[in-house]
Nanobody, 126 residues
């Protein structure tokens, strides 16, 4: 059974940092792309970052580039999202999801990810 479990969310002041973790099981981790997405109240789910575990390539949304860093520990089946210089507009529920990178569109849309975690809340106060 495919499982993705996020952790590490919380309340932080603007300018602070958090590290989210995504623990994966039930599939061949090295063969998949793992994406981080977020959804704020009343807004659509948006892509934040993605890592292709096959070749290590990483992708970022423009709004987080330079502030967030995605990384993967293939030995532990973990993907991390390090978030620095957090802003109130980063407040959302953050989800991780897995997708077969073969055929994944270049902008890694959420609809192409098959398996999702339950999400972890990130709240950034001003």
């Amino acid at each position: 059974e495919v499982q993705l479990v996020e952790s590490g969310g919380g309340l932080v002041q603007a300018g602070g940092s958090l590290r989210l973790s995504c623990a994966a099981s039930g599939f061949t981790f090295d063969d998949y792309a793992i994406g981080w997405f977020r959804q704020a109240p009343g807004k659509e789910r948006e892509g934040v970052s993605c890592i292709n575990n096959r070749d290590g390539s990483t992708y970022y949304a423009g709004s987080v580039k330079g502030r967030f860093t995605i990384s993967s520990d293939n030995a532990k089946n973990l993907v991390y999202l390090r978030m620095n210089s957090l802003k109130p507009e980063d407040t959302a529920v953050y989800y991780c999801a897995a997708a077969d990178p073969m055929g994944l569109s270049s902008n890694w849309p959420a609809r192409e990810f098959d398996n999702w975690g339950q999400g972890t809340q990130v709240t950034v106060s001003s």
